[in-house]
C-alpha cells in the first residue's frame, strides 16, 4: 500500500509516493536536500521534528513510520541553523540515569521545562536515550497572571491558591505521559523518573511552596539546590518506585532553565570569554570568563513577550514576527493581529533608521504598522509602547554592562554571545544592536542556541552526573543582585536613549 505525502516549506512545495511504513525522514531526505538531522536518525538528537497537519503537532520525522496520507510542513533555514548550533554545542553525557531506569526493561522519563509561559515535555526512551517525543502546552497557571510576581503574589494569598498554582502543572505532566501511553504500547510504571527545570517560581509553585520571599528583598527562594522527590509526593502518576529530580537554581531570578541551559553548552568549543542570555520577562544573563563567572538578572519588563505594548502579542498565529524597509513578517502568513518582541525590535530599528524616532525615544505621531478596515483595528506603535521598549533595552544592556565591568573586562573582550531560549531564536542580531539591546559586536560572534534550557533538562534525565555537575558549577557563578548594585541605576540612565551612529 502507498502513501501520499505533502512537503511543504517556503517557495517548496512537493507531493509523493510512499510505500506504507517508510521512514518519514526517509521520505525527506530523498526530496529535500538541506534537511538537518545531525544523529542519523538515531532518534536521539530530537532536531529532525516537522509538524504533520494530520497529527496536529510536532513529530520526530525519524521515528515515524509513514501510514497514511500526510501534509508535513518543514522547518524554515533559519531555524534549522539554530537546531543545528543547538546540537553542535550541546554536551554528550554518558547515559545514567540513576537506579530508578532499573525497574523495568525498557524504561522511559520525561524531561520538563517549565517556563512561565509555556511548558516543554521530551519523553526520552532511556534505554537508548532517545528523545520519542516532545510536546509543548501553555503553562496552565497562566490564567492566574502573566508574570511571576502576579503569580507569587496569587500563591501566597491562601493555602487554596498555592494548590490551584500547582494541581493544574502536575495534571499537565500527568495526560501528556497518559496521552503518550495511549498512543503507544508504553505503560505508566514504564515511565521512572521526571527530570524539571524551570524558573525559580515556577519549581516553588510545582513544589506547592509559597515563593514570597523571592518578590521581597532579599530575593531569597526557599531552596536552590536539586531536589529528589517521591513521584507519589506530588501526584505525578509514573512508576511508585521512579524519581522526580528538580535541578537546581542559583538564585530568585537565576533559575535552573538558566543553569542547566548554560550546563548543557559544550565550553570547549568556544572561546575564553562568553557572555550566555536569554531575555524574557527577565534578561537573566551568566559572564563566563577564565577568571570569573557571574551572573544577574535584570527585569526586562514583558515587552518583550508582547505585554504592555498596545498593539503586543506572544509569539502566534498573526504577529507580526518581523519587519524589514516596511515590508513585515506575520506568522501563518494569515492577517495581522498584532506585534510579538522580535518584530517589535525590528519595527523600533526601522522608525530609528528612517528617523521616525528621535534618539531620545520621541515620536511625532503614532507609527502605524497595518491599516485595518476599521479604524479600531490599526496596528499602531505609540510613544508609551516606544518607553517601553526603551525600558526593557536599557536594562539588558546595562545589566551586561555592569557584569562586564566587574569582571574587569569590555564588550570588545567578549569572544561569543550565546542567545537562549524562544525570543533569542527569532531575534534579529541586527535590529537589536540598532535599538541598543545588545552590544554592536560582529555578528559572526553571537550564536543562536535555541532551548538550551530543555537541552539540560533532557541531560539532567539522562545522567545523575550532570545534575551533580549543575550543583558544582554554582560554587564558581558570583550572583550579582542588580537592585542593590549602586552603580546600575546610572548604567541603566545612561542606556535609555538611542545611540544612532
Ligand atoms: S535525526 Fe536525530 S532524532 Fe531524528
Redesign the pocket.
Known amino acids: 500500500m502507498k502513501h501520499k505525502v505533502t512537503l511543504i516549506k517556503k517557495g517548496f512545495h512537493k507531493e509523493v509516493s510512499i510505500e506504507d511504513g517508510t521512514s518519514l525522514?526517509k521520505c525527506i531526505q530523498s526530496n529535500v536536500n538541506d534537511f538537518y538531522?545531525?544523529?542519523?536518525?538515531?532518534?536521539?538528537?530530537?532536531?529532525?521534528r516537522v509538524n504533520i497537519q494530520e497529527e496536529g503537532g510536532h513529530v520526530?520525522?525519524?521515528?515515524y513510520p509513514v501510514e497514511r496520507d500526510i501534509t508535513v510542513f518543514l522547518p524554515e533555514k533559519s531555524e534549522m541553523k539554530v537546531l543545528a548550533s543547538q546540537y553542535e554545542l550541546t554536551k554528550m553525557v554518558a547515559l545514567s540515569p540513576g537506579e530508578s531506569a532499573q525497574l523495568v526493561t525498557i524504561p522511559y522519563g520525561v524531561a520538563i521545562d517549565i517556563g512561565t509561559t509555556t511548558m516543554v515535555f521530551y519523553i526520552v526512551n532511556l534505554l537508548l536515550g532517545?528523545?520519542v517525543d516532545i510536546v509543548t502546552l501553555v503553562n496552565p497557571q497562566s490564567r492566574y497572571g502573566a508574570d511571576v510576581i502576579s503569580r507569587i503574589n496569587y500563591g501566597h494569598e491562601n493555602p487554596k491558591h498555592l494548590a490551584n498554582l500547582q494541581t493544574p502543572m502536575i495534571d499537565a505532566i500527568n495526560a501528556v505521559i497518559q496521552e503518550y501511553c495511549k498512543r503507544t504500547d508504553v505503560g505508566i510504571d514504564d515511565f521512572v523518573k521526571i527530570s524539571v527545570v524551570g524558573n525559580t517560581t515556577m519549581l516553588h509553585n510545582l513544589l506547592g511552596i509559597d515563593a514570597i520571599s523571592i518578590a521581597l528583598a532579599p530575593f531569597t527562594p526557599k531552596f536552590t539546590t536539586a531536589q529528589l522527590i517521591e513521584p507519589q509526593k506530588l501526584g505525578i502518576d509514573i512508576n511508585l518506585k521512579g524519581a522526580v529530580v528538580l535541578s537546581p537554581s542559583l538564585s530568585g531570578y537565576v533559575g535552573a532553565d538558566i543553569l542547566a541551559g548554560l550546563a548543557s553548552v559544550d565550553t570547549t568549543k568556544l572561546k575564553d570569554n562568553f557572555l550566555f542570555i536569554d531575555i524574557g520577562t527577565n534578561g537573566e544573563m551568566i559572564l563566563v570568563t577564565p577568571e570569573k563567572t557571574l551572573a544577574c538578572a535584570t527585569a526586562a519588563g514583558p515587552a518583550f513577550e508582547g505585554a504592555n505594548i498596545s498593539c503586543g502579542m506572544g509569539a502566534f498565529s498573526g504577529a507580526i514576527s518581523a519587519f524589514n524597509d516596511g515590508e513585515m513578517k506575520v506568522i501563518d502568513d494569515i492577517t495581522p493581529k498584532g506585534v510579538c518582541g522580535s518584530g517589535l525590535i525590528d519595527i523600533v530599528a526601522y522608525m530609528l533608521k528612517a528617523s521616525l524616532l528621535s534618539p531620545e525615544g520621541n515620536i511625532s505621531e503614532d507609527f502605524i504598522l497595518f491599516k485595518a478596515d476599521r479604524e479600531e483595528e490599526n496596528i499602531t506603535l505609540t510613544q508609551q509602547d516606544i518607553r517601553e521598549v526603551q525600558l526593557a533595552k536599557a536594562a539588558v544592556y546595562a545589566g551586561i554592562i555592569r557584569l562586564l565591568n566587574i569582571a574587569g573586562k569590555s564588550v570588545d573582550d567578549l569572544d561569543h554571545i550565546l542567545l537562549a531560549g524562544g525570543f533569542g531564536n527569532y531575534l534579529n542580531i541586527s535590529s537589536a544592536i540598532t535599538i541598543g539591546l545588545l552590544p554592536n559586536l560582529p555578528r559572526s560572534k553571537f550564536i543562536h542556541i535555541g532551548n538550551s534550557a530543555g537541552s539540560g533538562a533532557v541531560l539532567a534525565l539522562k545522567s545523575e552526573q550532570f545534575v551533580e555537575q549543575i550543583e558544582k558549577m554554582k560554587e564558581y557563578i558570583q550572583y550579582i543582585e542588580l537592585s542593590t548594585d549602586s552603580e546600575f541605576p546610572l548604567e541603566f540612565a545612561m542606556n535609555m536613549n538611542f545611540d544612532i551612529d
Request: proline share 5%.
Open positions: 525522514l538531522a545531525p544523529c542519523g536518525g538515531n532518534g536521539t538528537c530530537g532536531k529532525c520526530t520525522s525519524c521515528l532517545a528523545i
